[in-house]
Every structure is written in C-alpha cells, then in structure tokens.
C-alpha cells in the first residue's frame, strides 16, 4: 500500500460528503510526561478534537487521553489495536515504518507535535563532554537503546569516536521515566547521575546547583529536530478519515492557542500534569525559541540516515514524506 493509499486526503471533506459509513465512536490518544505533550494536554483540556469532529459531522465523539511512561507501552498499544494515535521519537517512528512498509498495515505518522532538543545533564563535575563519562556513570533515557535520547547520544558517540564506535556509550544507559531520573540527578543521591532530557525536566535540572548541561541535541543534529511524532494506527486512520482529520485539526488550533496565549497554555500544562511550578516560569519554557510548536518534522530523515547506516533500518524512505500521512506535506520539513 502507497502514501496515496494511506493518505488523508478525504480529512478535508465532511464526513457526510464521504457517504454514509459509520466512523469509531470514540478514539484513543496516548501522551506521556513532560512539556513536549502541551499540544495535546491543550486539546484535551480545550475538548478541540470534539470540536472539530462536530464539524466533520461527527458529532459526540468520546476522547480517551491514557498517559504511559514511556514509548515502549505505547507502540505495544498501537500494535495489539488498543491506542489510536500515539507519542514516539522519530526513530520509534522508523522502526514501526520499517517493520510494515509495503504492507496493508504501513505505520505512518499524522504529524510531528513539535520541535524541541534534548539536553545531556549531569551532577558529575568532573563531565564536560561526552568524552568524560567513565565506568561509573550512569545515563537515564527513556528506553535504553530505542529512544530518540539513546539514539542521539549514539549519533554524538560516532560524531566524536567515529561510526564504528557509536555504541560506545550505550553500557552506560539505563531506563528510567524523567520524572524519576530528574529527581535523581537533582537529589545527587542516584546511582543515575545524569540524564538526557526533554523539558520542562532539563530546566529544573539546570537550575540546580551542581548540574550543568553536557550536550544539547541540536548540536549533534545541526539544528531543531523533531522530539515527538503522533503516530496512527493504520486501521484506525483507514476506516476513521473524519477523526483522523479532527485529529491534525484539532493539534494545529493548539498549536495556534500555545502561540497566542502562552500563559493560558502554562495554566493549562500545570493543571494537567500536576507540575507543582509556578506559571510564569512555565510560561517562560513554552516561549523559549528553543521549542517550536509546529506539526511539520525537521531533520527526521538525519535520523533516518544513521539508523540505515548502522543497520537498525533494513529500507531506508526517500524522503520524510514517505514517513508521514498526506495531512503536513504542504509544510517544509525534512
């Protein structure tokens, strides 16, 4: 099956345009710990994709929002058919497209939810690089080998030591949720005394006396790089276009909301999630240039290249767009 196949382009069209068919009475979006998520925690506290389903003509859709703790129960749910759409980092996103490219189950992705780095934190003085980390570091990524962090420290590892040492640092990785490994490395008193983080994690980490910052993503990557993709069950997106439409809709007026009114979005981000910091130092992160609110990738296919080089990717997209469903491609992504 081909991106034509896959593709949304029915989303634009009312659902009773389409016929008479019978869409899913509910869906399913799974999201995760952190600031990344704020596009979804919008939409589910604005109730956007209820609202845009309506205008699909589907009115009284039911949204479930379940949060997991990493990426490995989620793509697990996306598989066994128990999640519709879900967070993952570009290369969970590459290794479900790799496994079902060419099948009636083809894994693509709605849309990139944002932009943001990744930063390398640590409380060991004695780390100013990469190079630094001896035997008795200890690295928290969100899953060990698979995650975009583990992933970017392997692409950092060849950058410096070359390609055929790009697992060199992996022995020194452990899984660990952010939450857990933040409070570790802030709390000194983990045998984890660093950790790759996303936001808003890495800035109560660099905020704390004793952790400094040891790589940011960007630089490994030359530049702003997609953190998470919303991935779509393909059976799901095959016989639901108008909630699938509702979906990316739904995500964009969000992203429109985080740009328009940060402090609204800061409000809403500290209710959902519990975060116990102040709004305007939340408002703060959501503004940093550092984070684009955006549904189209960037530099998804960097990450495409090292897997394909380094043997996790048997077939290797042409461009980001074979990755992703037709709804972003007017965007200038890569």
Known sequence: MRRRDLGIGLLALPALARGV????????????????????????????????????????LTVSWPTLGGPGAMIDGLLSGQVDFGVTGAPGLLTLWDKTVGTPREVRALSAVQLQPFMLVTNNAAVKTIADFGDKDRIAVPTAKISAQALCLEMAAAKLWGDAAYEKLDPLTVTLPHPEAAAGVMSGKSPVNSHYAVSPFYYYELATPGVHLVLKSYETLGGAHVNGVLVASPSFVKDNPGVTAAVLAAQQE????????????????????????????????????????????????????????VGRLKHMPGSWKDLFLAGVESGEGS
Request: no cysteine; hydrophobic share 45%; aromatic share 8%.
């Open 21 to 60: 068919r019978a869409e899913a009475a509910g869906v399913r979006i799974v999201r995760q710990y952190g600031l990344p998520y704020l596009p979804l925690m919008v939409m589910e506290h604005e109730k956007l994709v209820e609202k845009h389903a309506a205008k699909q003509g589907l009115p009284g």
């Open 254 to 309: 969000a992203n429109a909301f985080i740009a328009a009114h940060p402090g609204d979005a800061a409000a809403i981000y500290i209710a959902l999630s519990g975060d116990k910091h102040d709004a305007g130092e939340m408002t703060k992160m959501i503004v940093d240039p550092d984070n684009v609110w955006t549904t189209v990738p960037q530099k998804t296919m960097a990450f495409a290249g090292f897997m394909h080089k």
